[in-house]
């Protein structure tokens, strides 16, 4: 374990970190992060507006592991776009995917932050998750999508998608049974995958999800052949209505498409793991979930 973050540092070594070098500036919300260089990160959470609840321990603990894959020889940072494409549309170049390794073979879930498309709330809702679903054994990815727009945005997790597919014996991860996952504005994108599939936003012929697991958001798209979802919201959301919400559980359960549904009271819009909430615990019922549709 080497030069470890705490909560005493400040945002701006996140960036200068040789871990992350070439890339530091990913692992934070917003294109141009430089105003917040100097906050601490014991108050990180003023960098992503809409999530609640960030508890810099976790986002610590998250980028420690990181850190310790790099000196263990690790590559965690993919680029999804090739030079040429990023050249040719400059946004491009703020994409990647952030990789937390499981047992070598297992399925692998892709995470999409929140951040209203204003911004991406990987430090709070991409890498704490991803750390906990590569516990359980299986690939995590952590995707930084453009900003600005939710159609960009989904065309970069199809173009994810057939990166890892196309790269999957590199990577050493099975395409079978994979997982998308989003909170709030992630969310939107996961939903547009699971209900359109992943050609339709520019990806390869390839399969849809075994499973949707979508946080808090208010999209309301539905079909029979959605892919089978996992779906939460506490009830005291400020930006996401839990009414839209209930209301597309069932426009989905009476369509045919599977859906389980887990209602907290006091968590509130984009809590993340939900540490210290009432939905603390939520994603090991969504990785339950998700393994009850491997196979099928």
Request: proline share 4%; aromatic share 12%; net charge negative.
């Amino acid at each position: 374990m080497t030069n470890h973050l705490t909560t005493d540092n400040k945002i701006a070594d996140i960036v200068n970190h040789p871990a992350f070098k070439g890339f530091g500036e990913l692992l934070l919300p917003h294109d141009n992060n430089s105003r917040y260089y100097n906050t601490p990160l014991n108050q990180v959470g003023s960098l992503m507006p809409y999530h609640g609840h960030v508890e810099p321990i976790d986002v610590v603990n998250a980028l420690n592991h990181m850190i310790d894959e790099v000196s263990d020889g690790h590559s965690i940072f993919y680029n999804f776009y090739s030079e040429q494409q990023k050249e040719k549309d400059g946004q491009k170049k703020n994409t990647g995917l952030f990789f937390f390794r499981g047992k070598p073979g297992s399925p692998f879930a892709i995470i999409c932050p929140g951040g209203g498309f204003s911004y991406v709330g990987s430090l709070h809702e991409g890498f704490p998750l991803a750390q906990e679903i590569s516990k359980k054994g299986y690939n995590a990815f952590v995707i930084r999508y453009r900003i600005g727009s939710g159609r960009l945005a989904t065309e970069d997790l199809a173009a994810a998608i057939d990166f890892i597919f196309k790269n999957a014996d590199g990577l050493d991860v099975g395409i079978k049974d994979y997982s998308v996952w989003g909170g709030s504005a992630g969310a939107r994108m996961v939903g547009d995958i699971a209900m359109n599939g992943v050609s339709a936003y520019g990806g390869g012929n390839l399969p849809k999800p075994a499973t949707a697991v979508i946080a808090y958001t208010g999209h309301s798209t539905y079909s029979s052949d959605f892919a089978p979802s996992f779906m939460t919201v506490a009830a005291n959301d400020g930006i996401a209505s839990i009414h839209a919400v209930e209301q597309r559980v069932q426009n989905l359960k009476d369509s045919g498409a599977e859906v389980e549904y887990k209602r907290y009271q006091t968590a509130g819009h984009g809590f993340g793991l939900g540490t210290g909430t009432d939905a603390e615990g939520w994603l090991n019922l969504a990785v339950q979930f998700w393994e009850r549709h491997m196979g099928k």
